[in-house]
């Protein structure tokens, strides 16, 4: 989002926390009223931009908003026309949703660090593990042929679903088109987002993505995969974070390990985190660092008192779309706007079971009696 202002960021926080209540009513207000904010302060940014005759394209994109092609225009000037889509036969241009993928990725720090992939038109997908046997110089035989085979594995895009739902308000339909692509792009982003995220860490695999913290050689259970056993990290010593972190997660010596991608939970990042890595250096300057080189994202779905440690590029998420959205006829909050359901393919998973290890960091910087 473009400098959003506190209105929308207050509804963006309660939509979160409406998701995580996975109670389905309160979606939908969690959907409208983050929709309405969203909407609200776009007609604010395009009453400005009228006001000081804001008409140049470096302008616009200077405001978030994109020049389009012709048949985003066209697909939007339809929308315009016709006050909404109902029994209109269109297709979404992929190209706006090739803006939502840029925007998810370049604005999102796990998406930004994982293997986030965009596969629309895509059904499978293969991919390498992190232990694949490299070119083998050697008279090519069946042997060989299996290793390398073995090294390799495929997903497939189209088993689940993650709709998002688009209200649009008829006073949004009058800004135009630009403005109406800007809203769209920055909802379906923003609302995605909050799904892929719980996906990546929590997933259960049932009928959604399996999560970082899941351990995939358990028995699968009714509710999908059961998360790891996490063992107790002591401290952010080089001693520990070298043999508990880097060391096992070079899978026996088959690859080097040159950054860790460390998932906390955003309490414990202030809490227990950073202390234990702040320093006060002789210039009396606080210092933050840790003696490997990691990335530190944090995560609401990371339970406190947890921390998730792996290679960034060793968890693969696909998300695509097949460019079909629809009105819906279940969700219609006001009588002045119509709700579209746009579908999203995403599947995604760790490569291999020992790609992410589970901590238990509720000791660190306690006091030893």
């Known amino acids: 989002m473009i400098n959003p202002d506190g209105a929308v960021l207050d509804a963006r926080n309660a939509l979160i926390e409406a998701f995580n209540a996975d109670e389905p009513q309160q979606m939908e207000r969690g959907f409208e009223n983050f929709a309405a904010a969203l909407q609200r302060d776009f007609q604010k940014q395009a009453n400005d931009a009228a006001r000081i005759a804001v ?29 909404g889509l109902d029994n209109t ?49 050697s008279e090519l035989t069946s042997e060989i042929q299996k290793e390398l085979q073995n090294g390799f594995d495929k997903m497939t895009m189209n088993l689940f679903k993650l709709s998002a739902f688009i209200p649009i308000y008829n006073s949004t339909l009058e800004l135009g088109a ?47 995969y059961d998360d790891k056993e996490a063992v107790i990290l002591a401290d952010l010593t080089p001693k520990s974070l070298g043999r508990d972190i880097m060391a096992p997660l070079t899978l026996d010596g088959k690859r080097a390990v040159p950054n860790v991608l460390l998932v906390v939970n955003p309490h414990d990042y202030w809490s227990i985190i950073f202390p234990a890595m702040t320093t006060l250096n002789a210039a009396g300057t606080y210092v933050q660092a840790l003696p490997i080189s990691a990335t530190i994202v944090q995560s609401r779905y990371v339970d406190k008192g947890k921390m998730v440690a792996g290679m960034a590029q060793d968890y693969f998420m696909g998300i695509g779309s ?23 393919l995403a599947n995604g998973r760790p490569k291999e079971n020992q790609a992410f290890l589970v901590f238990d960091i509720a000791a660190i910087g306690e006091d030893t009696p």
């Open 55 to 83: 008409e140049d394209s470096i302008a616009l994109t200077n405001r978030g908003v994109n020049m389009l092609t012709g048949d985003e225009k066209a697909f939007y000037d339809k929308l315009i026309e016709n006050k």
């Open 89 to 137: 036969e269109v297709t979404f241009p992929i190209t706006v949703f090739e803006r939502v993928f840029e925007y998810l990725e370049g604005n999102h720090e796990l998406l930004k660090a994982i293997d986030f992939v965009n596969v629309t038109g895509i059904t499978e997908w293969l991919y390498r593990k992190s232990d694949a046997e490299g070119a083998t110089w």
């Open 178 to 224: 630009a403005w109406i692509d800007k809203f769209i792009v920055t909802l379906l982003s923003e609302s995605l987002f909050i799904g892929l995220e719980k996906a990546i860490i929590a997933g259960t695999g049932k009928n959604q993505p399996i999560g970082m913290l899941k351990d995939l050689e358990k028995p699968v259970s009714g509710g999908g």
């Open 322 to 344: 097949s460019g079909n959205i629809k009105s819906s006829e279940h969700y219609r909050f006001l009588e002045d706007q119509t709700v579209y359901v746009a579908r999203q």
